[in-house]
């Protein structure tokens, strides 16, 4: 089946117009988070507080949001 990854960073969308063909889902989810790692990989470093999300949806309707918030917090000078 066909599913779609769309992701948010602090709240602004990206969709996915393409898809990814998964099994089932343990497969959806395992896609998911590494998604999810991928963009945070990417996005984080630097960052001082930041939300990011996948969310996962068939043809017909939502399956599956991973949501990572990240905050840095300096705690000495």
Aim: proline share 3%.
């Amino acid at each position: 089946m066909l599913y779609f990854f769309d992701t948010r960073d602090n709240g602004t969308f990206i969709k996915d117009d393409m898809g990814i063909e998964c099994t089932d889902l343990e497969a959806v989810k395992k896609e998911a988070a590494l998604s999810l790692a991928e963009l945070a990989r990417d996005v984080l470093p630097g960052s001082i507080k930041r939300v990011l999300s996948v969310e996962v949806h068939d043809a017909i309707q939502p399956v599956l949001r991973d949501v990572l918030t990240f905050e840095a917090i300096v705690l000495a000078r």
